[in-house]
């Protein structure tokens, strides 16, 4: 019965560490915004701007959300903070530090999982029903094999 449990909880904290990394916030707000800004597909000039901007916004949070994280303090209080090359800089502008600031700093594989995130969100926006009829009206919804 150990076993199992050791195998359940690895499966657990792996899935946890994908959803930290998968857009899936950024891909729920998409979702609810493309019906509703591009009309069910039949686009106007100003829906077409609208739900570009929107995909640019959401694509930077996206982004955005890749590279912030939280530590606590000595005393146990909760900071939040964007990770930068110097190390974490925290949203309420306090010199607070964590106790391994070196854990905290920029990576390249954060650049890394950040674009691969980013390439996750743009695939589903593009491929997305309501923005192909928008901006491609001339293309079947569906393509038959």
Known sequence: MLHATCQVNAVLSGTAR??????TATILAFTIFAPLL???GHCTRLSRWLMGSTTVLLAASCMFFTVTDCFRTATGRLYYGVATYRGIWTFNGGRKKPH?????RLRWNDLFY???SLVAFLAFAGSHNDVVACYYPAMQRKMMW
């Open 18 to 23: 994908l959803n930290v990394l998968l857009p």
């Open 38 to 40: 591009t009309n069910d």
């Open 100 to 104: 391994v600031p070196a854990e905290y």
């Open 114 to 116: 950040a674009s691969l």
